[in-house]
């Protein structure tokens, strides 16, 4: 497998972490009663805007299990079928592409009925949502802006050694030097990301408070919203460009490092996610 290859591994994997395992399969066969529980940390719903989350849920999950899981599915299967192939620039810029229009489409599509929901919100609801907007970003402010550079560099290393411990079951002593540069090199985006939360918190409660008409209303907590799917302002925009180049970088500091048994490791787990996906495509195909 080449540099390229590698490149290309290190970042789609990045995009499914989350989907490993049988929680996530077990989570996503019961977003119907997970999504509300969550909803519910936020604000609290009357009977009709319970229903109308009801749908909203219903539709979306089988919009997406529908059109995205088997997109993923075959993004996996590509990413199997040229693992030891040579691979282009042109190649990894496409694969990012796709990675990223899936994942878009799917805000897109949740924005438009998220918007919808929102307009129904009472003063009190809109108290209730802001309020926990500051609490996450208090919590996001703790964890990710006041640490002390020696806490927060000891704390990123930690997570970026387990989530390599996780893909390639172990690390040796020289892929952690070769990570612990890599988490010192990624500069501290903490500040910028905190202030673009703020920024389109700030315009989403002004839509609220002060847009009469229930249609402009909606179109204009849609495009707050879709500020989000377009990968933030261009302060967030420009610190993810800058940590990307970096990862690609390191990943292929580390890729002469690897042993044959993290490789076996890492095609193990990429054709783990893919069956766990494709069951899930099943499973709503018998629903």
Same mark, same amino acid.
């Given at each position: ?57 219903? *539709? ?17 299967? /590509? ?55 500051? *609490?996450?970003?208090? *919590? ?128 193990? *787990? ?11 495509? /099943? ?5």
């Amino acid at each position: 497998m080449n540099h390229s290859s590698f490149r290309y591994l290190i970042i789609i994997t990045s995009c499914f972490i989350l989907l490993t395992g049988c929680g996530f399969k077990f989570a996503y066969r019961n977003l119907d009663f997970i999504i509300p529980w969550y909803v519910d940390d936020f604000v609290d719903l009357d009977n009709q805007q319970s229903s109308m989350l009801e749908q909203i849920i219903v *539709k979306h999950v089988n919009w997406h299990s529908k059109n995205q899981l088997p997109k993923y599915v075959q993004l996996l299967e /590509d990413i199997e079928s040229q693992v030891d192939s040579q691979l282009t620039q042109k190649d990894f810029e496409t694969l990012i592409h796709k990675v990223q229009s899936i994942y878009r489409e799917m805000l897109y599509q949740l924005h438009t009925d998220i918007a919808k929901m929102m307009v129904s919100f009472s003063d009190k609801q809109i108290q209730e949502v802001f309020s926990e907007f500051e *609490k996450r970003n208090k *919590k996001f402010k703790k964890e990710y802006v006041e640490p002390s550079n020696e806490e927060f560099y000891a704390e990123r290393y930690k997570k970026m050694n387990d989530a390599f411990r996780e893909w390639f079951r172990y690390s040796t002593k020289e892929q952690k030097a070769v990570l612990k540069e890599w988490a010192h090199a990624l500069p501290r985006n903490g500040q910028v990301r905190s202030e673009f939360h703020q920024q389109w918190q700030n315009q989403l409660k002004i839509n609220l408070e002060t847009v009469t008409s229930t249609d402009d209303k909606t179109n204009a907590i849609r495009s707050t919203l879709d500020l989000i799917s377009k990968g933030g302002n261009s302060e967030v925009k420009t610190a993810s460009n800058r940590n990307v180049s970096i990862a690609i970088h390191y990943a292929e500091v580390l890729w002469p490092t690897l042993e044959p048994k993290q490789l076996v490791r890492l095609k193990d *787990k990429l054709s783990d996610v893919k069956d766990d996906l494709q069951d899930l495509v /099943d499973y709503r195909l018998f629903l």
